[in-house]
């Protein structure tokens, strides 16, 4: 083990308070910032573009018109007064969200400014500032606690405009808050199982639909960052199209749906087994937990995945001290 392991692992584990925490962070100051915006547009990089697009999905299930795009992307929208650009950085310093957010703004946008670190840079122009509470001290690794806690506040700014007479949504946030601890154990657990269908080198395919998707491509992330396999997240209905095509016996995949799973899902798992002959794991959220909503579901299964990832570079790799170098700095990000 090293320093930069023990650093990230502490990152995931300090999701168990992180979540709860963020919650009760928003407030009715939040939701009414978007009461009134003809459109939602989220942006960000990395974690924080899959988090961005986690929150398109919460805001579209509670009726409001959201979009998601990378920062290079903004020049092809227009905005005006009534256009929110919600800006995700967790650190506060991503060069591209920061330039993207002064274009929206020179338009005439309202800036919202998402991140774990209030001082950042990213905050100085933003008329707005929501701050998440992972409670990491550095930035500087291989990020967990502040993309959840970025998802959470999302969710929680959506639960504002949710349907009250459903409080589906509701429901499965208050119990969020309090399973911090069971959901971290369960997370582990599944990680583990899933850590042991990798190696070196060795693709290993994140496939689901949805919200679900988010897990997907932050998993895809995590792998990646660690340089043991790569990682390659896939929309459900695209892996039957074409990456079957180029699948390769004993490659890996986790098929990641909701709970409870249906009879379509058991089909899918055995294509994968038997058909593709591949080494494969279905991963869904533990039913216990009494999480309804696909939406919020995400959240423990993008935490089990952080743990897979981690636990096959400490299965392959436990001396490693740093990202890989000089790949982690060819381009300039912060």
């Known amino acids: 083990m090293t320093e930069f392991l023990d650093i990230c692992y502490?990152?995931?584990k300090k999701q168990e308070h992180a979540i709860p925490k963020t919650i009760d962070a928003v407030n009715e100051t939040a939701v009414s910032v978007l009461e009134d915006m003809k459109k939602v547009v989220l942006v960000g990089c990395g974690d924080s573009y899959a988090a961005a697009d986690y929150g398109r999905w919460a805001l579209l299930r509670s009726g409001l018109n959201a979009f998601v795009i990378s920062p290079d992307e903004i020049g092809h929208l227009r905005f005006g007064k009534d256009t929110a650009v919600i800006g995700i950085t967790a650190s506060g310093r991503s060069l591209a969200t920061i330039d993207a957010l002064q274009k929206a703004k020179s338009?005439?946008?309202?800036?919202?400014?998402?991140?774990?670190?209030?001082?950042g840079s990213a905050s100085k122009d933003a008329d707005y500032v929501w701050v998440t509470k992972s409670g990491v001290g550095t930035y500087n690794t291989s990020p967990s606690a502040p993309t959840t806690a970025a998802m959470t506040y999302l969710l929680a700014v959506s639960a504002g405009f949710d349907d009250e007479s459903?409080?589906?949504?509701?429901?499965?946030?208050?119990?969020?808050?309090?399973?911090?601890?069971?959901?971290?154990?369960?997370?582990?657990?599944?990680?583990?199982?899933?850590?042991?269908?990798?190696?070196?080198?060795?693709?290993i395919y994140l496939i689901s639909k949805g919200p679900n998707h988010i897990?997907?491509?932050?998993?895809?992330?995590?792998?990646?960052?660690?340089?043991?396999?790569?990682?390659?997240?896939?929309?459900r209905e695209e892996f039957r199209h074409h990456y079957n095509i180029s699948i390769n016996d004993n490659d890996s995949a986790v098929l990641i749906t909701s709970s409870p799973i249906d009879s379509s899902d058991n089909v899918y798992m055995s294509v994968l087994t038997d058909s593709l002959?591949?080494?494969?794991?279905?991963?869904?959220?533990?039913?216990?937990?009494?999480?309804?909503l696909p939406l919020v579901q995400a959240i423990p299964n993008t935490i089990a995945l952080q743990m897979a990832a981690y636990h096959s570079v400490l299965r392959y790799n436990p001396d490693k001290e740093s990202f890989k170098l000089p790949n982690a700095e060819a381009f300039k990000i912060y």
């Open 107 to 119: 338009q005439g946008a309202t800036i919202v400014v998402l991140t774990d670190d209030k001082d």
């Open 277 to 292: 002959k591949m080494r494969a794991y279905h991963l869904h959220t533990n039913g216990k937990f009494g999480l309804g």
């Open 10 to 12: 502490d990152a995931i």
């Open 215 to 235: 897990a997907a491509q932050i998993g895809m992330m995590k792998f990646n960052e660690y340089s043991v396999s790569k990682g390659i997240a896939s929309n």
């Open 166 to 203: 459903e409080g589906k949504l509701d429901q499965d946030i208050k119990q969020l808050k309090n399973i911090g601890k069971e959901l971290l154990t369960w997370a582990e657990k599944e990680g583990i199982a899933i850590s042991k269908l990798t190696s070196p080198n060795v693709p």
